[in-house]
């Protein structure tokens, strides 16, 4: 796994299709690495995804529940968000987490990097994990419809287990949290809370 | 978590702004709950993701170096490939870990269904665990440039753990096999396997 091959596109020309807030549709003429020519349409994602396991000292978890436009479901998730263009990852998921669900938090640790659809998106998103949870009033946005619920961790992870919970980031950062609390990576009254049934 | 409170956008007009074979891409003139008008574009994916953690009898799994031109980076991966329209998610990705990695397998159980990047998309993956492995001749696209390796199974999610495989879909896929080895929710001889270092 140590020698990388180079770069296999030879890019010939760049036409962009659509632009806007949040992403920019670009069609580009390549050679692929056989010589022969086609065309790659590449998405680029304007602002990192970010998501937090936000966990009370019960060991219960922050859910939000919303509608997902694109896909036309309701899906409960972690607390997500994305950062603005500048802001810092850990700066907007901490905004995301008091408007969303009312908490700041005393320690948070990122533990995982996603590149959420790398054949056509450079989506990134960045998870956190985040405890010693302090309680004020979730802030909204006017566009945002949420319903808030806080459940035990292994509940959560049930949904995931049972396909409830479909949400990418929400599920990568519920089972890395659920293997730090089984590997030693967690404090030990952090892991014993979310291992509880 | 039990009342879903109605579809909080009302849609005025669709815009098809962009098509190809792959993706598509419309902006909706709507209404939010709050009544204002705003803008809100979706890109429709018209493959199904899928992916596979293949597992071999000593507890390795199969995985795949490739570049992704969207993020520009080289991307150690489990195998993956798109559903054809029409095409069931299982036949899709026992086709594609035959071309890939050269593998059949005996044993397949779905264990995920992730929604990607539901904010913008409308991207499904599913996941796959295979195991009882055959050995075969990989026959890789003209496109595709690949590297193959087989790593012992803790030793990639180690790379999980410390960031160096990214791609969303193998990373909630190789903890999710990784729980379902630690709850009792594999076969005896195959959890250990897994868990072995």
């Known amino acids: 796994m140590s020698t990388i091959p180079p770069f296999p596109w030879t890019i010939l020309r760049s036409q962009e ?59 409960w998730e972690v607390p997500e968000g994305g950062a603005e263009p500048g802001e810092a990852p850990l700066e907007a998921i901490q905004r995301e987490l008091k408007e969303e669900a009312g908490l700041t938090a005393r320690h948070w640790q990122q533990i995982l990097t996603l590149h959420l659809s790398n054949m056509l998106t450079d989506e990134v998103a960045y998870g956190f ?41 929400s599920v990568a950062l519920l089972l890395r949290v659920d293997r730090m609390a089984r590997t030693g990576d967690l404090p030990a009254d952090l892991a014993r809370a979310i291992l509880a049934d």
């Open 129 to 169: 994990l985040a405890h010693g949870l302090t309680e004020g009033e979730a802030e909204p946005e006017e566009s945002e419809v949420l319903a808030l619920d806080r459940v035990p961790f292994q509940r959560a992870l049930a949904m995931v287990d049972a396909g409830t919970i479909t949400d990418a980031i």
């Open 17 to 75: 299709e659509f632009d806007n807030r949040w992403l920019r549709l670009t069609t580009h003429d390549v050679l692929n690495v056989a010589g022969n020519p086609h065309l790659y349409s590449t998405i680029h994602i304007k602002r990192a995804a970010t998501g937090v396991v936000a966990i009370d000292a019960a060991g219960r978890v922050a859910l939000v529940g919303q509608h997902r436009f694109p896909l036309r479901i309701y899906s």
